[in-house]
């Protein structure tokens, strides 16, 4: 199957054709080098912007993904790049310079991107994240604000929800916003904030009132805020080039301006955020499969082992199959998902929670496997597909899902 997919050629009738055979037989499409079907049933306009996202990936990220890693390197200059072309607002609305692409799209974008480094591009899903978060349920003034720069990545922002006592359970959130007149005063700690200290708007969760989801409300909390300070940047086993930090809040005084929505209604809106944030986080996770199958396909076709490419062996060509299958079926879930939250479906929170746990977890087995099909040499920092595989493994962790997914 991988010498036929290597000598594939596309018969004549679809030359010239924008066609992506996918799947085995061949295991790539040789025109458009898009693996597995990735393009297959997107429109004209998805089809070249994934084409732009995974040139951007191929050229500007995954010749620096090692180093980035190995440095842990905040790639900021690069990010803004990605921002030129709409990464930095993808599902945001244009008048705010968003580039205002439906979540289907943001999926497409996000698995290109990742191919280049899942670190970065997870980093970038958060700050969209975040910046959808403001231009949903902000006021206009907030909204034309904050957007525009966080859209030109000219600032960069940062999800804060976890707490060292709340995982989770993030109901159970514990920092407090006390009203003062026109402030609030902040004060407790956030826990794993990805790009804290580095990045300059953070959208805290805190509790405006009582116990439970209801009690919380979400506020904007500036850099260089008085009151505001950041933790020692956690050593970690992958999401190497974004930083990782616990945010600290000690009387942080906060214009009641800065809060988005309504009192009470901040729980709402971080679940709101995290619908589109799972399928964020899950894109990345196929992009960092479908890397990895290439990978493995070509160290399957150069390693020769008992006298002849490992790709030969059937037992491999089958796992490769399997493997091919996996990135397809989390691939199908995830736009499935990316379409329901779109149109805003009734059950798009549930497919969003249930396309995270699905495609986080079948694309960790295919990198681990594509891992242990490299041998040895797959255990080298040599080698990228180690790299996808540290890296993604963090997306089963957080985000949590399951408690969404239960009927
Ligand atoms: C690199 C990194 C970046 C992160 N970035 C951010 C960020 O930007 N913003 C942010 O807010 N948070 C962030 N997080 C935090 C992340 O969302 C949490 O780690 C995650 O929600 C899990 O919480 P916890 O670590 O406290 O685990 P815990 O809640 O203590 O859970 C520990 C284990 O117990 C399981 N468990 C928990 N409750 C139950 C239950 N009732 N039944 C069965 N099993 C259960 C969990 O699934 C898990 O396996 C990040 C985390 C990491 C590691």
């Not at 116990?211 to 956690?234: M, N, Q, W, Y």
């Not at 199959?321 to 549930?350: N, S, W």
Request: net charge neutral; aromatic share 8%.
């Amino acid at each position: 199957v991988l010498r036929a997919a290597q000598k594939f050629k596309l018969p004549a009738q679809f030359r010239g054709r924008t066609l992506c055979y996918g799947l085995i037989g061949p295991i790539f499409c040789p025109r458009c080098r898009s693996l597995l079907a990735a393009s297959i049933g997107l429109n004209e306009e998805q089809k070249e912007f994934q084409k732009v996202a995974f040139d951007f990936a191929a050229n500007e990220m995954a010749p620096h993904m090692a180093e980035w890693d190995e440095k842990e390197i905040f790639p900021v200059e690069t990010m803004r790049k990605a921002a030129q072309l709409g990464f930095g607002g993808i599902y945001v609305h244009p008048d705010l310079g968003g580039a205002g692409l439906s979540r289907l799209d943001t999926s497409i974008i996000f698995e290109a991107l990742s191919t280049g480094c899942v670190s970065t591009t997870a980093y970038m899903s958060i700050h969209n994240m975040c910046v959808w978060m403001i231009d949903t349920f902000g006021n206009d003034e907030q909204r034309h604000e904050f957007c525009p720069p966080l859209c030109s990545m000219d600032r960069f922002a940062s999800y804060c929800l976890t707490e060292p006592g709340s995982g989770s359970d993030a109901a159970s959130l514990t920092t407090s916003a006390k009203r003062d007149g026109d402030n609030y005063i902040l004060n407790g700690s956030k826990a794993f904030i990805s790009g804290g200290g580095e990045t300059d708007v953070y959208v805290v969760m805190c509790r405006t009132g009582g116990s439970g989801a209801r009690g919380i409300s979400c506020i904007l909390v500036e850099k260089g805020t008085p009151g505001l300070s950041f933790g020692k940047k956690e050593r970690k086993v992958g999401w190497n080039s974004q930083p990782t930090r616990a945010v600290i809040l000690e009387d942080c005084v906060v214009p009641v301006a800065n809060r988005l929505g309504a009192e009470g209604q901040g729980f709402g809106i971080a679940m709101r955020g995290l619908n589109g944030g799972r399928i964020n986080i899950a894109s990345c996770s196929l992009g960092a499969a479908h890397a990895s199958v290439l990978l493995a396909r070509d160290h399957l076709s150069v390693r020769k082992q008992f006298g002849e490419p490992l790709a030969n062996n059937q037992y491999l060509q089958f796992r490769l199959a399997e493997m091919a299958t996996g990135l397809v079926t989390a691939r199908l879930i995830v736009r499935h998902a990316a379409q329901a939250l779109q149109e805003d479906r009734g059950d798009a929170a549930t497919v969003c929670a249930m396309a995270k746990l699905y495609a986080t977890e079948e694309c960790f087995k295919v990198c681990n496997e594509a891992l242990q099909m490299h041998g040895g040499y797959g255990y080298l920092k040599d080698y990228a597909v180690q790299q996808y595989v540290r890296d993604i493994r963090v997306h089963q962790i957080l985000e949590g899902v399951q408690s969404s997914v239960i009927p």
